[in-house]
C-alpha cells in the first residue's frame, strides 16, 4: 500500500486496484495527477480494474475532474466502480459520469460488494474478449 496526499492505493485482489479517499481531502490537478503516475507506478502499466472508496467527505475540483474522466487517466483502466454512500459524493459521482464522460466503464455502488462482483465479470469480459482477439 503507498499512501499519498489524497489517498490511500494498492491491489484488492488480482488485476482490481483499490483507492481509499482521505476523510476531507481536496483533490486538485496536481494531485490527482499524482495519483495517477503512482497508480501506474503500482500498475507496472497492466490493465487493471478500479475500485474506489469514495465514502469520505472530498472536494474535488473542476480540472480535477476533467483529468480523472481524460484519456490519459483511463489509459489502463477496464472499469471504474466507485462506492458511495452520502447523496454529496453520489451528486459529484454522476456529474463526473455524465458530463465528463470518463472513456472506461464507470459505475456508482451502495457497497463495495456489489462493486466487485460489476468488476469481476468486466474483467471476465475483457480476458474474453483479449483470448478471441488472440485467436484472430
Request: hydrophobic share 45%; no cysteine; charged share 25%.
Amino acid at each position: 500500500m503507498i499512501k499519498t496526499e489524497i489517498a490511500e492505493l494498492s491491489y484488492l485482489e488480482e488485476d482490481i486496484f483499490y483507492t481509499k479517499l482521505h476523510e476531507g481531502a481536496e483533490i486538485n490537478l496536481e494531485n490527482a495527477n499524482a495519483n495517477f503516475l503512482t497508480a501506474k507506478q503500482i500498475t507496472q502499466g497492466r490493465r487493471y480494474a478500479a475500485l474506489s472508496d469514495g465514502i469520505a467527505n472530498v472536494t474535488i475540483t473542476k480540472e480535477a475532474m476533467e483529468f480523472g474522466a481524460s484519456k490519459e487517466a483511463n489509459e489502463f483502466l477496464i472499469a471504474h466502480a466507485i462506492v458511495v454512500t452520502s447523496l454529496a459524493n453520489r451528486l459529484i459521482g454522476n456529474f463526473i459520469i455524465k458530463f465528463h464522460k470518463p472513456p472506461a466503464p464507470t459505475k456508482l455502488f451502495n457497497n463495495q460488494e456489489d462493486a466487485l462482483i460489476w468488476l469481476r465479470a468486466m474483467l471476465k469480459k475483457e480476458k474474453k474478449a483479449a483470448a478471441i482477439k488472440k485467436e484472430i
